[in-house]
């Protein structure tokens, strides 16, 4: 067997297809001649040790399982330069020779450091929130928003039963994509996002009246995690136009189940695309998908830009949902 080996983890919050990630990653490095090691629990597992070998039968059966097999970890340790030096010394001492960071733009900043010292690293955007600026698509965000879908479709039944208002939160920290979108896909009446600001009279009371004037009479609004306070915006409906109003925050459900078909495929590509790149001695680098297309870049460059929002299909949104 090769002396030379790659490893893999997976960091930050957990996304569907991070195994389906990880399973290209361990084929396609065999494939390479690599020996492949997973590392438990993100940057903690390096710092420890925690590592064990990835056979190709090791990820069998895993491309359609939520969550991460490897565990994930946000590690204080790691954070600091001293923290950074003890993994690098640990993969020296383990012969790995590079490393797929599989996380969130915190998970590149480290493999951007890790790099610095010597270790290429490439990262793979794995992250239901779609907060990545140099990607038009992060690994998870597809499932998580047919999640999120579902669990608004099941909501609106009720609601439309009792003419009622629902008021959703969904993840996405800063980023209002899935909110835009599962907004859009649920016929929301409202869709908030931390990247429009909003004023209640108009963009909530304003479009719910509109909608009621013409022959509606359930709504759901949906509210991004970034801009939150749902139960005071439940509340402050129902107080100003009389209709009964619920707040639901849908939570971790967002971020479990199987991933779709979208992310176990962006996932295998980039994957085997990671490989590619460690093959050819090339680390500090970030794979994200830019118009259709598997990419990489630089990690500090991709770490500077600043995300668009799509205002285009918000204008959208606002056009036809009443
Ligand atoms: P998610 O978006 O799902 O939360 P993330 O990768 O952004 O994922 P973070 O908690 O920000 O999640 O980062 C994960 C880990 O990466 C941290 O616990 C830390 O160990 C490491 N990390 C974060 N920022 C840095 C940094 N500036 N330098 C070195 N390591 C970092």
Do not use: W
């Not at 999640?147 to 039963?161: L, Y």
């Not at 830019?290 to 799509?310: M, P």
């Amino acid at each position: 067997m090769s002396e030379r080996a790659i490893a893999v983890l997976t960091s930050g919050g957990d996304a569907p297809g991070m195994n389906a990630a990880l399973r290209a990653v361990t084929r396609a490095g065999i494939a390479e001649g690599f020996r492949v090691i997973g590392i438990r629990r993100g940057y903690n597992g390096l710092l420890n040790k925690d590592v064990f070998d990835l056979k190709l039968r090791s990820v069998s059966n895993i491309i359609n399982r939520g969550g991460t097999v490897l565990y994930t970890a946000r590690s204080e340790e790691f954070n600091t330069p001293a923290g950074v030096k003890k993994a690098a010394d640990s993969c020296r001492e383990l012969g790995i020779c590079g490393i797929v960071v599989i996380g969130g733009d915190g998970s590149f900043r480290g493999a951007r450091d890790l790099s610095g010292q010597g270790i290429p690293c490439v990262g793979i955007p794995g992250t239901i929130d779609n907060d990545i600026a140099c990607s038009d698509y992060t690994v998870g965000f597809d499932t998580a928003m047919n999640t999120a879908m579902e669990m608004i479709d099941k909501i609106r039944d009720t609601a439309q039963s009792h003419d009622r208002c629902s008021v959703v939160e969904v993840m996405g920290r800063r980023c209002g994509d899935i909110a835009l979108q599962t907004g859009i896909a649920t016929g929301a009446t409202a869709i908030l996002v931390p990247e429009v600001p909003y004023d209640f009279e108009k963009d909530v009371l304003g479009r719910i009246r509109a909608a009621q004037s013409v022959g509606k009479s359930h709504f759901v609004i949906v509210v991004a995690e970034g801009v939150g306070g749902i139960d005071k915006l439940a509340h402050d409906i129902e107080e100003c136009t009389g209709i009964e109003s619920r707040a639901t925050v849908l939570g971790h459900v967002q971020r479990g189940g199987s991933p779709t078909i979208r992310d176990r495929v962006v996932a295998s590509e980039m994957g085997s695309k990671a490989v590619d790149l460690l093959k050819q001695g090339i680390g500090n680098r970030v794979l994200a998908v830019q118009n259709g297309k598997i990419v990489d870049l630089d990690i500090t460059e991709a770490l500077s830009l600043e995300r668009k929002f799509d205002y285009e299909l918000y204008k959208t949104a606002l056009k036809i949902s009443i």
